[in-house]
């Protein structure tokens, strides 16, 4: 029995250990080569099928948020910058832009104030303490509304008439997200359902109405009788003038510009309040001393330290208004700075007979007794008219019987009574000779000349 060797159990040779060792990494290398080759395949077969992904996943979903940004866009044009108030509101649909240079009105304005600014960035951050100069087009509007322009022309105007900012700040702005109060629920598509009518709630609604009406009228009515105690508080009827004296037809809301709040007179001596309601000083301090410490209008506390006197130019206006004189048989046309002079000229004229008359310079006035007798007839020409007409209308034109009555009561009221029994002797026909002053005093009081008189007396 003979045993053979099998080589594949048998140890290898060096050179075959070698050759063997070198085929193996040979072997091995081709292996890992194989494994990375397809390991990239595999790699970028995945990335590619993931970009795909993502990019059809954008593709649907991107034109969606740009509508959605488009759509906020359009409604961010259709609101104000600085308040947030719609366009639509102004019944001119008006608009200015944020940026830019300022219109030719305001600039006029501006010049004439002598402002250095002259574009609306400027001027917005100047009143509404607003910089508009970083705005985003997709979170800020680019206009703002007519209303905010009358706030910075009354601004730069120093205008009195009352021009409010309509919010309590400024309008913030956000970028667009689900929650976006400007695109509010438009852009989801969802719509207010309308509710039915309910019997039992219109009901109460009607019953809801009526008691705020009686309410209404309530308060209507206590405004009324306030309103009718401040004027019986004032008590100015006969010192300050009626607004229907004004010479000219003006319009009703300028005429309460220029009167008094509490009494409804042209005002007199016009004061301010802090809240810029404007009164007659006396009113106004008569009021504050009984009703208490606030305005009549507004109920705005105010003192009477707070009162202050309107603007110059508003004085003015008020002075160079034209009135017409209140004077039976006067109507003539003044104005209101000059009416106090034109009354005191009809007082002058009324009190004429309680002053006595002073002759300012040129030839010195000579006393009545010393004219000659046509200097007399023209002094006294105008009383004779007088005493002419109230002897037609009252003693049947016995002119002659009131001269004698009139210059009989001066007598006794200059305590000259033997003068006076002496001419009342005489009107009843029981005396003869008279003084001869008295004579000179008949005769010119009578109008007679001395022909007349010795015929009528001796």
Not at 10 to 28: F, R
Not at 223 to 235: D, G, Q, S
Not at 304 to 318: A, G, Q
């Amino acid at each position: 029995f003979k045993l053979f060797k099998v080589r594949s159990f048998s140890k290898p040779l060096p050179e075959d250990n070698h050759l063997a060792h070198s085929d193996k990494g040979k072997e091995a290398a081709s292996l890992d080569n194989v494994t990375e080759e397809q390991a990239d395949v595999i790699t970028s077969e995945t990335v590619t099928e993931v970009n795909s992904s993502v990019q059809a996943r954008d593709k649907n979903a991107f034109p969606v948020n740009q509508r959605e940004i488009e759509t906020h866009q359009t409604k961010l044009q259709q609101l104000c910058r600085i308040c947030g108030g719609a366009f639509k509101t102004d019944p001119y649909k008006r608009s200015h832009p944020v940026h830019g240079p300022v219109d030719d009105e305001m600039q006029a304005l501006l010049r004439k104030k002598e402002k250095r600014a002259t574009s609306w960035p400027d001027l917005l951050a100047k009143v509404f303490k607003i910089d508009v100069r970083g705005d985003i087009d997709t979170i800020h509007p680019t206009n703002f509304c007519h209303n905010c322009w009358n706030v910075v022309q009354r601004k730069f105007s120093n205008s009195p008439c009352e021009e409010y900012f309509p919010r309590n700040g400024t309008m913030a702005w956000h970028p667009h997200s689900a929650s976006c109060e400007v695109c509010g629920t438009s852009f989801r598509g969802v719509k207010r359902k309308k509710q039915a009518l309910n019997p039992q709630m219109s009901k109460k609604l009607r019953i809801a109405a009526g008691r705020a009406r009686k309410i209404r009228r309530i308060r209507n009515t206590k405004r009324v009788k306030n309103k009718a105690l401040m004027k019986k508080i004032a008590n100015c009827n006969k010192i300050h003038l009626s607004t229907k004296i004004l010479a000219v037809d003006y319009p009703m809301d300028f005429v309460k510009s220029i009167s008094c709040q509490v009494c409804e007179h042209i005002l007199a001596d016009p004061v301010e309040t802090t809240c810029r309601h404007l009164f007659c000083r006396v009113c106004i301090l008569k009021c504050l001393k009984v009703m208490g410490s606030y305005c009549p209008s507004c109920r705005y506390p105010c003192f009477p330290t707070d009162l202050v006197s309107p603007v110059k130019s508003f004085l003015s206006i008020l002075n160079s208004l034209a009135v017409r004189c209140p004077v039976k048989g006067c109507q003539e046309e003044v104005l209101l700075g000059k009416y106090c002079h034109h009354l005191s000229i009809h007082k002058e004229v009324e009190d004429k007979e309680g002053y006595v008359y002073v002759n300012k310079g040129g030839r010195p006035r000579q006393h009545l007794l010393s004219l000659t007798r046509r200097a007399q007839k023209h002094r006294l020409r105008e009383l004779k008219l007088q005493v002419k007409a109230f002897a037609e209308k009252e003693e049947g034109g016995d002119v002659k019987s009131v001269c004698l009555t009139l210059f009989l009561l001066a007598l006794r009221a200059r305590n000259e009574h033997r003068q006076a029994d002496e001419l009342e002797a005489m009107m009843q026909g029981k005396g003869s000779g008279l003084h001869p002053a008295v004579c000179l005093a008949i005769r010119v009081n009578t109008f007679l000349s001395c022909s007349q008189y010795h015929k009528m007396y001796r």
